[in-house]
């Protein structure tokens, strides 16, 4: 790591849209950390991608892993630049391989247990909440520090008030939890202002990842760009909520 390199750190990124993002932000010359819950996938992760990587051992459900994230950054880096809140889970049942039309009827309001909506908010909210709070101190280090929150179309309020053809997707689960993971940007967003630290959400599109039992139309390149995007853009303004490329997406 050179001393002017930007450092990033992408949780969940051992597979699908976060290995992508730290392959991407790699390629661009970033020191990144390679976050993962397991550790030995966190290491054959790393070893598969060119560049400055790291893997680091990461829980976001569990503070001491999150505490030992934090030290370990600190210990070897000092700071942060960049900070990626990409993990995420769509269930809580390990039924990872159903298929998208059963889990879209079971998931509905009316039959999800609340265990495991808890379960999602977990990973999904609360973790995202105690990360960006327990990486603060590093990234008030960095002159441009950057936060993306990896969401999704499925969490827009405003798109699922209207009718479309995939509005029954919409859950207390993964839906909501998106919806409040918007929220949670938009907050870090007016506190962070005034110290110049950027808080954005991007949305991945429908991406073809464990997530979504591979049923997703997009590749993970094509999920990962965005976030990319916005972590290395010097102009991209805070408390934004876009896909594609640059294209805002509603609330």
């Given at each position: 790591m050179t001393s002017n390199s930007r450092i990033a750190f992408v949780t969940g990124a051992n597979q699908g849209i976060g290995l992508q993002i730290a392959t991407d932000l790699a390629a661009?010359?970033?020191?990144?950390?390679?976050?993962?819950?397991?550790?030995?996938?966190?290491?054959?992760?790393?070893?598969?991608?060119?560049?400055?990587?790291?893997?680091?051992?990461?829980?976001?459900?569990?503070?001491?892993?999150?505490?030992?994230?934090?030290?370990?950054?600190?210990?070897?880096?000092?700071?942060?630049?960049?900070?990626?809140?990409?993990?995420?889970?769509?269930?809580?049942?390990?039924?990872?391989?159903?298929t998208m039309e059963h889990y879209i009827q079971r998931s509905r309001a009316s039959l999800i247990p609340?265990?495991?909506?808890?379960?999602?908010?977990?990973?999904?909210?609360?973790?995202?909440?105690?990360?960006?709070?327990?990486?603060?101190?590093?990234?008030?280090?960095?002159k441009a520090?950057?936060?993306?929150?990896?969401?999704?179309?499925?969490?827009?309020?405003?798109?699922?008030?209207?009718?479309?053809p995939y509005r029954a997707t919409f859950n207390p689960g993964y839906g909501a939890s998106k919806t409040a993971l918007n929220a949670i940007t938009v907050a870090f967003a007016i506190d962070l202002e005034a110290a110049g630290i950027r808080v954005n959400a991007v949305t991945p599109g429908f991406t073809?990842?464990?997530?979504?039992?591979?049923?997703?139309?997009?590749?993970v390149q094509q999920g990962a760009a965005e976030a990319v995007r916005v972590a290395l853009s010097s102009e991209h303004p805070t408390g934004t909520f876009t896909g594609s490329v640059n294209e805002p997406c509603p609330w």
């Open positions: 661009s010359g970033l020191t990144v950390l390679l976050a993962s819950r397991n550790p030995e996938r966190g290491q054959t992760a790393a070893q598969g991608i060119s560049g400055d990587v790291h893997p680091i051992q990461l829980d976001v459900t569990d503070k001491t892993s999150i505490d030992a994230a934090v030290a370990q950054v600190e210990q070897q880096f000092g700071r942060l630049d960049i900070l990626i809140n990409n993990a995420a889970i769509s269930r809580a049942n390990g039924q990872e391989s159903e609340v265990d495991e909506v808890r379960t999602i908010w977990e990973t999904n909210v609360f973790g995202v909440l105690e990360v960006t709070q327990a990486f603060l101190p590093l990234l008030r280090k960095s520090a950057r936060i993306v929150n990896v969401s999704s179309g499925l969490g827009s309020l405003t798109i699922n008030s209207t009718p479309h073809s990842t464990a997530l979504n039992n591979y049923e997703g139309t997009e590749t």
